[in-house]
């Protein structure tokens, strides 16, 4: 539904994309995952007709983006991180306003409108105007504004970014529901732990180009397999447990000195969570807490980039 | 595009910015308030000591009052313009299946109801000072027809300079300095008789004193209207030409 191949683009001397490729099929959910300029709103904004890609080929639901943008648009809807909202507006107007944008009639708009409105639960605040409205709020309406005539295609531009976290699981559970009923989804993220949440499929970008691609869980298989990780109750007993559990693993124990949290990789669960209990307790180190531990997203990004993925963007970095 | 689309589109776009007059009634001010302070300037405060030949000052003034409103309100098409592209707004008209152009036509469409609404409020308010036009039914329906033409051509030069230049605050900087002095170096106030002769011929060959004198005449009912070819054709020719400018500029504006 979603193809991206080789797209270019600079803006004056800041090459935002270098060659990105992306595609997504039917009903699943892309997230492009990346840190801040890593170029995924110059892909969106390309994939949504917004922005005109210097090379390379972009296609919606098997239309190309460039020759025919009017087409496009009919299949798309856009969320973005600045929610495109106009202020003066009610809710319920800024709905109807898209929906007759979208050429549904009249009264078509406005029932779709109050639909989503009851849905994505700004029934109360319908009828007051957008700049009265909370950030996640916002978010909502904006949402509803891209699905107003239920288009194939949703781009989400960092749908939570700047959300409270409670505001950030609903977004959630509204996306999920949204791939469930065959929305086809590309978004952007800086947040693993979302990509890891929502998405079918990741596109790791860094500096305009995806660096890898794969499920949460290929990817985690990239940088390693698992740890076990035990975090410590007192801070002089760091260096002993990192000692004990050196001697239980494969290499030498990682220290968290922050956390106070010690791991270490492992091949086989047979009886070591055991045998490290045992151990631990036997040289005097009170362990608040034990067990296995897969890589996060966020190591992912370390060892595939070199830099942690809130990190400033590292000029040295092979282009 | 199909023209039944373009002006449903542009129908929209008339109803949001209707919208935003009734949320901010301050969008107003500029062919309301303000125009009726300048006529109870121009009228009370230096129209006495204005000597007009052939008719009161308030008669002659008034058709200057027309002008000069339509002619500022279009600093409003202009920050309004730039203050929508400043916004996320854009974006989301521009990612819809919409007529792209139907943005800028649903202003300058506004932009002609705001003229009727400055044209009905100065007549009003015309006749409580003085104002008695001797011009028939048909000159008053070719004075207000010049001057939505006039206006109509302008919103579209507001257009060009919202789409040209970066923020609302240089927009209406720059679209105040061109209007003032074309404003009161004309025969909105004063006749250009009484000019310096350098000014004087400035004056009496811009476009605002032809459309003024058109608008005069006819809201008077001089036998002979003075000016009414070069009125008419500095309306269509600004239109001609800042109509397809102001397009694509916008255009350009938004794709980069």
């Known amino acids: ?319 | 595009m199909s023209l039944r689309w373009w002006l449903t589109d542009s129908f929209e776009m008339v109803r949001r910015n209707l919208l935003h007059i009734r949320r901010t009634p301050e969008l107003l001010l500029d062919v309301t308030v303000q125009p009726i302070m300048f006529v109870l300037l121009f009228r009370y405060v230096f129209g006495g000591a204005i000597p007009i030949q052939g008719t009161s000052y308030v008669n002659y003034l008034m058709a200057g009052i027309f002008v000069q409103t339509i002619a500022f309100a279009t600093i409003y098409t202009g920050v309004l313009l730039a203050n929508d592209l400043t916004k996320g707004m854009i974006d989301r008209f521009r990612s819809l299946p919409m007529s792209q152009s139907a943005v800028i036509t649903g202003r300058t469409f506004t932009d002609l109801l705001r003229g009727m609404l400055a044209i009905a409020v100065m007549t009003v308010l015309g006749l409580f000072v003085g104002f008695s036009p001797q011009g028939s039914p048909a000159g008053w329906l070719g004075a207000v027809g010049i001057l939505l033409l006039f206006g109509f051509a302008l919103s579209w030069v507001g257009v060009a300079a919202g789409a040209l230049v970066r923020t609302p605050e240089a927009v209406q900087g720059l679209v105040f300095t061109a209007v003032f002095p074309l404003t009161f170096a004309s025969s909105a106030f004063v006749q250009t008789s009484t000019m310096p002769s350098w000014l004087r011929a400035f004056a009496e060959h811009q476009p605002m004193t032809y459309v003024i004198n058109a608008v005069r005449g006819l809201v008077l009912g001089q036998p002979n209207v003075p000016d009414l070819a070069p009125a008419l054709l500095w309306g269509i020719g600004l239109l001609v030409i800042f109509f397809p400018l102001g397009l694509w500029l916008y255009q350009r504006r938004t794709t980069q």
Do not use: C
């Open chain 1, 1 to 319: 539904m979603i193809l991206a191949e080789g797209l270019h683009k600079h803006f004056g001397k800041t090459h935002a994309l270098r060659g990105l490729d992306v595609d997504a099929s039917e009903g699943m959910i892309l997230a492009m995952l990346g840190p801040n300029g890593a170029g995924k709103t110059t892909a969106v904004r390309i994939l949504t007709t917004l922005t005109r890609s210097d090379a390379g080929r972009a296609e919606v639901a098997g239309i190309d983006v460039a020759r025919h943008p009017a087409a496009v648009r009919k299949q798309i809807g856009v969320a973005g991180q600045t929610a495109s909202l106009d202020d003066l507006l009610t809710g319920r107007e800024n709905l109807a306003m898209v929906g007759r944008l979208y050429r549904l009639d009249r009264s078509d708009a406005s029932r779709r409108a109050a639909d989503l409105l009851a849905r994505f639960d700004l029934d109360d605040a319908a009828d007051r105007t957008v700049k009265t409205y909370s950030g996640g709020m916002r978010r909502r309406l904006d949402l509803a504004a891209a699905l107003i005539d239920s288009p194939p295609v949703l781009f989400l531009d960092e749908p939570t970014t700047g959300l409270d976290p409670r505001s950030r699981l609903d977004m959630w559970s509204l996306i999920q529901e949204l791939a469930k009923s065959g929305h086809s989804i590309l978004m952007t993220t800086q947040y693993l732990e979302e990509a890891d949440q929502l998405a079918d499929d990741i596109a790791v970008v860094d500096h305009g180009r995806v660096i890898a691609r794969g499920t949460a869980i290929e990817l985690k298989r990239r940088v390693g397999g698992e740890r076990l990780e035990v975090e410590i109750a007192e801070d002089q007993s760091l260096d002993r447990a990192a000692e004990v559990l050196a001697a239980l693993g494969e290499e030498a124990a990682r220290v968290d000195v922050d956390h106070r949290r010690v791991s270490v990789p492992i091949v086989a669960h047979d009886g070591v969570l055991t045998r490290a209990v045992r151990a631990l307790d036997e040289a005097g180190v009170r362990a608040d807490d034990i067990g296995f531990r897969r890589p996060t997203l966020d190591e992912v990004f370390l060892a595939l980039t070199g830099q942690p993925i809130d990190g400033e963007p590292n000029p040295e970095a092979p282009a």
